[in-house]
């Protein structure tokens, strides 16, 4: 592992010479061998501790042991703190070791895959990791590409070969590599070892589209370009064999180029506390000088007075340095306001977050048997906080799977199935696909509902069969047929792999190609087409033509292409069909469905061969070679006759645009970073519905350099803020920004927009001086895409918005392309999909569709940031009241370090007698049920903006803590300063007091946690209660006869609870305690819930409503009664958001109607709704007659 991480020089260039393994390894280039893991086992313990001391706790514990080590200040033991660091420490070193484990064992795995190669003459099996640049490999079917290779030579005519590169950039369609012709020849062996070329190209990086360099072999130069590399990652298919040539190996192959580092990933809340753990120390350190001052002042002028009998010990020779020794006793005795037992508690709360999601049964893919798995147990709550959401598109909002859906021919739609009385039929509704067992060659998975297209097909319709000869023909993809009548099409996109399948299933079946010809079996008759030339497709022209010579000798031109370019190179005699057929693009638009026009045109001989002879010679042309051709191109394709359209679907997963709404509603952004092209990703913007027509305007920047981008990227703002000067009802502008609170101008502006952005031009928009006007204009925008992005862009964006916008991000994606934008975000989401396993391994949370995105944030995010909220207010609330006590107490006691409690219960405090019900709460704890958090997706907005824990919170719970604090310790000490026993004698004694100080306390913050509590189960009940009873044993225990038998030492206090608890007084103190301490919380939260709730509270009591009012319903059917029903809907049609959340409107207008309601202040909406309610009641016809107010 050692050599895998060797740093070298950066290269200026590389050079690799075949079969040359003495001269490659001068240059020191970097094995074949990964390294994807952080520990080995020597440096696993250093490098662990030294993380886990990153954290300022895990130090400040550890100070805390050092200085309980010093005899001289230490009032406790070492032990309680060497204990819970040391089980801390453990547990986290055993979760780290454990992932470490499966990265190394997922790096051996893939270091030790076997492969051929060429080593002195002779193919020798070797591991991946023993594989050197200059090596010759040998390739066979479905083999992963073990290095970036050149290839060399193929099974396949003319030295092709196909590869899948879904591992790279997330398609999983096939692409075409071709060797240089000088190598395509050395399929032998014998030749391949005497082959001795030397490469000299660019030295390593990320750019998967792009390579360059030349081969210098026999005294000869021949240019290198991508189309000859097989890159890392991606497999071979459809090709028997190949030969390659490493050029790159291990971390310097361009998908390792892209993967992003590993790295350790906090949350919010972790670095929050980090944070407040050091201004607790301050303030600790605050009350230890108070106190030490205290202890210099009184040993000076009162303790002086008792030398005789309270003898300094011997190493104190001065009040002041007492007060030093004094200042460090209390800094061990306050330590308490943080417990480690907190960090414990919190990795066991995360530990039981990560169960739920792993035991959701709403989140099992039952196709695939695949749970949902968290795969790290540090970033639950995190899950409550996301406002941004990158994702991938293929395989992860899409299946990846083109399907022919309907197409219009002559001006006639065909797709859609009617039932009797004319209306189109729903999917469940429809009746058997279409029968295509009339032809032997069909495709059996290939589905069709309307029947009336193979009906035109079958009575011989010229234009019909014209459409499917065309889709027949025009196309780049490869037929193989290994048994007879088993047709296998190898296709570069699936697309045309659909169109070609669909020509296949209603007659025109394509057989087979040569360099020169086409064969189609046109309804079961065999015709042999002469292929004239291939105007192939491009980004530019948008469009791809075939001229073909039919057995008649007719020669005719097939193109299809975007209706954008293709409608303006039609005949002016198509103008009728034109208009229909641009209704039918319009509504297969509309479906978020992708759409090609068809149009043919005959070219007359003499015609062709001046065209051709023009072809020829732009080809051969030195210079701007591809705009000649463009030219001759645009010539020959105009003035062409409509044949009609096809419109193809790429299935989206079940739910993609259910989820993407609801995620929206919660004010998640939602950008989509994809490597497929602009139209497909913009396609299916509209099918997921990101993109909409309602949309004010959809922006799209494809320029080529950095004024061109900017420009774009300045008109899209100028026009957002054009269109914002007023938002209408009586608002201006300037008035929506004041009110909003918005950081940004663009932030606030009206209407829809939406961003597209291509790869070259996101490239320029990333660049330092660029990079904040790209954000802000894309932040302003509802939804973004980005198109024809590298793995290292998609990381870059995600970076990005880190950086600059201070929210949680998260990724998801299900390929190798997408690991580097995984491991970046905030929280990486792996799909268990199509693509491998390489997504999956690097991310945080993995699962099999893109829907148990909704529940993994909605539901699981929201319940683990509100559980872990309420508990750290409630652990900081808890702690502060106990530790206090002793602040208050220094006072009287000489400023001494004495405790007020004894210290077991010191010791069991945190361990015991408060740790389960805590503990309970932050597991289980829910405000609103699952099915609410998803009808109502605008709770999610206080994770969001971070309202349940923060630094105001913190200090709130700090406030409430010194406030139990004060009253704890000053009323039991002002009722025993008078109080007596029933026997008459004085009450007040040190340990009596501690019996009802500790006893106070600990029913006070088990009625406080009650208090907190939202959702009681059982366990709930059982911790509260049987720590409570757990208390009483353990106080009774202590001071039994048994325990001083045996350590009577330890327990000297026989009998001391039993009389203290015995006392009335005592019991009406820890009464008064507990109701001064509690009141005014229950106080505060009652007027909370009545001025001003939240929206949590506004659906839990519209919950109470419906309960009570299917209690009602079900009483009055018992007894018989038949009244109006009227009455029973007075209270639902009143004003305000009963109305709207009863009325079953759809999930946004709830979630909106509740949101506004919760901004009301001017009145009680609680008490409104009871007067109204009662109102109703009185008089039960009033309510119903009112008209219904939407």
Not at 104 to 128: A, F, P, T
Not at 231 to 250: D, H, K, P, Q, S
Not at 554 to 569: F, N, Q, S
Not at 1154 to 1159: D, E, Q, R
């Amino acid at each position: 592992m050692a050599l895998c991480a060797k740093k070298r020089p950066p290269e200026e260039e590389r050079r690799a010479r075949a079969n040359d393994r003495e001269y490659n390894e001068r240059f020191q280039y970097a094995s074949n061998c990964i390294k994807t893991s952080k520990y080995n086992i020597l440096t696993f313990l250093p490098v662990n501790l030294f993380e886990q001391f990153q954290e300022v706790a895990n130090t400040y514990f550890l100070f805390l042991l050092i200085l309980q080590l010093i005899p001289q200040i230490s009032s406790l033991s070492w032990f309680t703190t060497i204990v819970p660091l040391v089980l801390v420490l453990t547990i986290t070193a055993v979760k780290d070791a454990t992932d470490d484990y499966f990265r190394h064992k997922s790096d051996n795995q893939v270091n030790n895959r076997q492969s051929q190669v060429l080593i002195n003459g002779i193919l020798q099996q070797e591991q991946w990791m023993n594989v050197c640049v200059g090596d010759i490999i040998k390739l066979e079917n479905n083999q992963f590409v073990a290095a970036d290779l050149l290839l060399l030579s193929s099974s396949e005519p003319h030295g092709l070969c196909y590869i899948e590169t879904a591992e790279l950039d997330g398609e999983t369609n096939m692409k075409v590599r071709q060797a240089i012709p000088v190598t395509s020849e050395l399929g032998d062996i014998s030749k391949l070892a005497k082959f001795d070329g030397e490469v000299i190209c660019e030295p390593p990086n990320n750019k998967l589209d792009k390579f360059s360099g030349t081969l210098y072999w026999k005294e000869n130069k021949f240019p290198l370009s991508n189309q000859n590399m097989l890159l890392r990652g991606c497999v071979l298919r459809n090709t028997e064999w190949c030969f390659g040539l490493v050029i790159f190996a291990g971390p310097d192959t361009k998908l390792m180029q892209n993967s992003g580092r590993t790295k350790f990933k906090r949350t919010s809340i972790d670095r929050l506390m980090n944070t407040l753990v050091l201004w607790i120390f301050g303030f600790l350190v605050c009350m230890g000088v108070i106190l030490a001052i205290g202890n210099a002042i009184w040993e000076h002028e009162v303790g002086t007075r008792f030398q005789v009998y309270l003898p300094w010990d011997e190493a104190v020779d001065s009040a002041f340095f007492s007060g030093f020794l004094s200042f460090w006793s209390y800094i061990i005795i306050l330590n308490t306001v943080v417990p480690i037992s907190l960090y414990v508690s919190v990795e066991v709360i995360r530990l039981g977050h990560s169960y739920f999601i792993n035991w959701d049964k709403k989140m099992f893919c039952m196709k695939k048997r695949t749970p949902a798995e968290a795969r790290t147990t540090t970033l639950n709550e995190e899950l409550g906080q996301v406002e941004y959401i990158f994702s991938d598109k293929t395989g992860t909002l899409t299946q990846n799977i083109m399907v022919f859906n309907k197409c219009s021919i002559n001006g006639r739609s065909y797709g859609d199935v009617f039932d009797v009385l004319g209306h189109k039929a729903e999917l469940g509704e429809r009746p058997e696909p279409v029968n295509f067992s009339f032809n032997p060659l069909a495709d059996k998975k290939f589905l069709f509902w309307d029947p009336t297209l193979l009906e035109a097909v079958k009575m011989g319709d010229p234009h019909t069969h014209e459409f499917f000869r065309l889709l027949s023909l025009c196309h780049t993809v490869m037929s193989e047929e290994k048994n007879e009548g088993e047709l296998y099409y190898k296709a570069q996109s699936p697309d045309e792999g659909a169109l070609v399948t669909a020509a296949r299933n209603f007659g025109f079946v394509f057989r087979s190609r040569t360099p020169k010809t086409i064969t189609v079996q046109e309804m079961g008759t065999a015709i042999t087409y002469q292929l004239l030339a291939i105007l192939d497709f491009n980004n530019i022209r948008k469009r791809m033509s075939v001229i073909v010579r039919n057995p008649e000798g007719k020669i005719r031109l097939y193109c299809k292409g975007a209706d954008t370019i293709l409608l303006d190179r039609l005949h002016h005699s198509t103008q009728e069909l034109l208009n229909t057929t641009t209704d039918h693009l319009n509504e297969y638009a509309g479906e978020g469905l992708r759409t090609l026009v068809l149009a043919y045109k005959d070219l007359d001989e003499e015609y062709y061969e001046e065209w051709a002879e023009r072809r020829l010679q732009a080809s051969l042309a030195q210079d701007s070679r591809e705009d000649r051709l463009a030219s001759v191109y645009e010539e020959v394709e105009s003035d062409m006759m409509l044949l009609g359209a096809t419109a193809i679907e790429d299935k989206l997963q079940q739910g993609v645009p259910e989820t993407i709404a609801l995620l929206t509603l919660a004010n998640i952004k939602i950008w989509v970073l994809t490597g497929d092209k602009q139209e497909t990703a913009v396609n299916i913007g509209y099918s997921c519905k990101m993109l909409t027509d309602d949309m004010t305007e959809v922006f799209i920047v494809t320029g080529h350099t950095v004024l061109e981008v900017r420009e774009e990227l300045r008109k899209a703002r100028e026009k957002m803020m054009d269109s914002s000067r007023t938002v209408g009802n009586g608002f201006t502008y300037q008035e929506k920004l004041s009110s909003s609170k918005l950081t940004s101008v663009l932030e606030a502006v009206a209407g829809e927009y939406a961003l597209v952005i291509n790869g070259h031009s996101l490239a320029h928009a990333l660049e330092a001086d660029m990079e904040l006007e790209f954000l802000e204009t894309a932040c302003a925008c509802k939804a973004v895409i980005c198109c024809r992005v590298t793995p290292l862009q998609k990381a870059q964006v995600v970076e990005l918005v880190k950086k600059y916008k201070k929210a949680v991000t998260l990724a998801i994606g299900d390929g190798a392309n997408d690991v580097s934008m995984i491991k970046t975000a905030h929280i990486g989401v792996g799909i268990s999909g199509q693509e491998g396993i390489q997504a999956v391994l690097a991310s945080d949370y993995s699962f099999s569709q893109f829907k148990f995105l909704q529940r993994l944030l909605l539901v699981h995010g929201r319940w683990s940031y509100l559980r872990m909220c309420k508990f750290l207010c409630y652990f900081f609330y808890k702690n502060f009241a106990f530790t206090m006590v002793h602040f208050w107490f220094g006072f009287f006691c000489g400023f001494s370090a004495q405790t007020v409690y004894d210290q077991y219960f010191i010791t069991l405090y945190n361990i015991v007698y408060t740790s389960l019900p805590v503990l309970a709460m932050g597991v289980f704890d829910q405000d609103v049920p699952e099915q609410r958090s998803m009808e109502y997706p605008k709770l999610y907005e206080p994770g969001q903006l971070n309202l349940l824990f923060n630094k105001r919170e913190f200090f709130i719970c700090i406030a409430q803590g010194i406030y139990t604090s004060v009253l704890m310790f000053f009323i039991p000490y002002g009722v025993f300063a008078e109080a007596t026993r029933d026997d008459g004698t004085q009450l007040a004694d040190y340990q009596s007091f501690a019996v009802t100080v500790a006893t106070s306390l600990v029913i006070v913050v088990s009625v406080q946690i009650g208090l907190d509590t939202g959702y009681w189960t059982a366990i709930n009940h059982f911790f509260i209660w049987g720590s409570l009873a757990v208390y009483f044993a353990i106080l009774f225990a202590m001071h039994s006869n048994g325990l001083f038998d045996m350590f009577p030492n330890q327990f000297r206090f026989v009998g001391n609870a039993q009389n203290t608890l015995a006392q009335p007084t005592v019991w009406l103190t820890i009464v008064l305690t507990t109701v001064v301490c509690i009141m005014p919380v229950v106080a505060f939260r009652f007027l909370k819930l009545n001025l001003k709730p939240d929206l949590s509270d506004t659906v839990r009591y519209t919950q109470l409503v419906r309960k009570k009012q299917k209690a009602q319903h079900r009483c009055m059917r018992r007894v018989g009664r038949t009244g109006s029903r009227r009455s029973g809907y007075a209270f639902s049609h009143q004003e305000g958001f009963g109305e709207l959340i009863m009325s079953g409107k759809n999930m946004r207008l709830s979630s909106l109607a509740l949101s506004g309601f919760t901004t009301r202040s001017s009145s009680s909406w609680i008490e409104s709704l009871r007067r109204k309610k009662s109102d109703s009641a009185s008089s039960p016809s009033g309510g119903a007659d009112k008209p219904f107010k939407g």
